[in-house]
């Protein structure tokens, strides 16, 4: 008996209603599912996301959500096998899925560790330096971001029922953003048993993640400017959705990952046989058969030197040639079918498309299909086409055949290459095998404005590389134009897309108090207890020790140089250090300033201070010379808590000279114990 797709709708699951519709196997083409919802009950739906979870969730600081999101991930990393042998009826095989599965997965570890090393463990968060906006600093700007008090509605494509969900929810959770996921109904039975398991983990606030199986009613109707929506699908319903008129009018945020000719290149610099030319045909064959090519990213152009045409167009279909097409259940079966009959034929057509403007060169075969009925399941061969007049062509350039179908053309010149690539309208990505730097330099600067990302592969990075085809957490998906103009993942640019960004001006008090750290020119408070006696929490934010002066002697200099072994001619001659623009005269070491700072505010003594982990920042503002003495503010900045035993503090430490003129500054960073150890 078919499955029911059940919604899950403001903390209820909701059956399938009248517009419910079967569900077939990829792969048997009986019925396996049932999904469809009645209208839905938009105003619960929104209420609960944004007055119950979003609330919760921004109550909760960056680390707070990152560590829920990443408790998430080991629970789904622990059901990877059950949503697997779902993902067989999708047409998927094992290898395919690992690619959904273990990748949604993986995305959400690295987007939890990410925020724990790149997110304060704060609620605000900065974007980049405080700017001085008037001449004495009582005036200053700074960039925030805060998060969205609103709903983030996700709509996927029906080819990553897992990966689709979990890269646009991992972010909009960090963000604290409640998520309204709809799946592709085609595949939303493996989407709603992954979603099933997030819900019953109680991980989250009610209200945090909801599912509709169907389609979303009014739903669009009633967001606004603080909502937004992430969509991932076809340029043709990219555009339908985009232009509603009430997301216009009320400028709702619209994100959209689409459909786009991505392609690859082979650097002239490529002989026949090389470990490059043997990478490009691997590549080839990866992109067009993994999912059945069905992959936002699948090479759908591959582009040559005139000369290498022939030999390309033979290895890429002698390894087409060995592919195994069949039940994806079965070990030794290496592509299984579409998704559906209706992609079958939706890629039929688009491939008789390119078919007008190209000659089939692999793919005229009849269809063998290991341990599956070819024609009960949604099962295709491959097919690659040759285009020997890619300037005048047009489909070859505009046809995307969501199967596992490319074209061959080649390519005069770099320039011509870059023609080319870009010909595409704008991709999600290109990648370039060659070694030629010069090569990737021309062309990166001739099409990367066409392309989300560019790829380069040759023998150096290929043990190592991820594959043309693989969005990473850390790098930004997207592209322009045809692949839709959005843009997601990239770290935690991906958390920004769903917060606002703010600029704050006023008084170093205002602004340090709004992003909870001291900011220079911020009130400095002074207390009897050195700040090196005080464990983690007891430092407070602006808290400053003063120390010094300390008058510095040639003596110290002409030691420091013998000692370190710098005795750059700065620091040891008068004559040329007084001919260098820089310099009265011989000056002292900034690295000895550096040292005599430490000197004068350390406390020597074993307490909750435990190490010195670096410093940023550091700039020498003026010369110091023999006879002048140096004072040092250290002032508490920011602070991080790192686990259970330490944290991160940051000082802003200020070195100045017997006049009070500021000859350095710097950012440095301690490790600080919660406690005292007995
Ligand atoms: P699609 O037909 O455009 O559908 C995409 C999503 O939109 C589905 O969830 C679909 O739901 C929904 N949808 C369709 N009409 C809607 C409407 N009127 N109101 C609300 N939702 C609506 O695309 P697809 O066939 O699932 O996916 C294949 C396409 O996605 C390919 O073109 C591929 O290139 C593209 N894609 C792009 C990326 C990327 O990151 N750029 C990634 C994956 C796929 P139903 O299933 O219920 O119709």
Redesign the pocket.
Known sequence: MAANVDSYIAGHWVAPGSAAQDIHSAVTGEVIAR??CDPLDTPSMLSIARDNAGPALREMTFHERANRLKALATLLNDNKEALTELSFHTGATRKDSAVDIDGGVGTLFVFASKAKRELPDERVLMDGDTELLSRNGTFLGQHIYTSKPGVAVQ??????PVW?MLEKLGPALLAGVPSII???????YLTAACFKLMIESDLFPQGTMQLIA???GDL?ENLTAQDQVS????????L??RSNSHLLQHSVPFN?????LNSTVLGADVTAGSDEFDLFVKEICTEMTTKAG?????IRRIMVPAHLHDDIAEAVSAKLSEVTIGDPQLEDTDMGPL?SHS?RQ?VTDNAALIGSEAQLVFGDDALICNGADGEKGAFVTPKLYSCKTPDTAQYVHTT?A?GPVATLMSYKNTQHAATLLNSGGGS?VASVVTEDTTFARELTIASAAYHGRLYFNNRKSMKESTGHGS?LPHMT???PGR??G?E?LGGIRAVKHHMQRTSIQGGADILGAICNRYIVGGAQTSSDIHPFRKTFHELVLGETLKAGPRKISIDDIEHFADFTGDTFYAHMDEEAAKANPFFPGRVAHGYLLLSFAAGLFVDPDPGPVLANTGLNGLSFQKPVVAGDSISVALTVKSKKLRNSEYGEVRWHVALSNQDGEQVATYELHTMNAIELSA
């Open positions: 999904a469809g709509i996927n494509a029906f080819n990553f689709g709809k799946p592709a109904t085609v595949t939303s169907g389609r979303p669009f969509f991932t699908g076809s340029a043709v319903t990219a339908q959705l959209a990952e689409q459909d786009s069905q992959k936002c990213t699948a998704v992609q939706d995307e969501f999600l969005p998906h997207g592209g692949a839709g959005g997601e």
